[in-house]
C-alpha cells in the first residue's frame, strides 16, 4: 500500500472535487465546510457552559448544607453561652 502524506491527501480530494464537482462549486463547499466548523465549536462551548453550571449548581448544594450546619452550631453555641452566663449569675446570688 502506497504511504501517502496528509499534504499529498489534501491535494488529492482538492483535485478530485475539482473533476467531480466543477470550480465553480469550491468557494460552496469551503463556505459549508466553515459553518459546520462553527456550528460544532458553538456546540461544543455550549456543552462546556452547562457542564461548568452543573458543576456550580453542585457545589453551591454542597456549600449549603455546611453553611447552614455552621449556622445551627453558631446559634447552640450562643445559647450555651447565654445559659453559662445565667448560671454565673445563679452562683453570684446564692454566694451573696
Known amino acids: 500500500m ?9 491535494i488529492l480530494i482538492i483535485v478530485a472535487v475539482i473533476l467531480f464537482a466543477g470550480a465553480s462549486k469550491i468557494p460552496e463547499i469551503f463556505r459549508s465546510l466553515g459553518r459546520a466548523t462553527g456550528e460544532f465549536k458553538k456546540g461544543k ?3 462546556e457552559m452547562e457542564l461548568m453550571q452543573m458543576q456550580q449548581a453542585q457545589n453551591q448544594n454542597f456549600q449549603q448544607p455546611q453553611s ?3 449556622a445551627e452550631l453558631q446559634r447552640k453555641i450562643e445559647e450555651l453561652q447565654k445559659q453559662l452566663e445565667e448560671l454565673k449569675k445563679q452562683q453570684r446570688q446564692q454566694n451573696s
Do not use: Y
Open 2 to 10: 502506497v504511504g501517502l502524506a496528509p499534504s499529498d491527501l489534501i
Open 45 to 47: 462551548m455550549e456543552a
Open 68 to 70: 447552614s450546619k455552621e
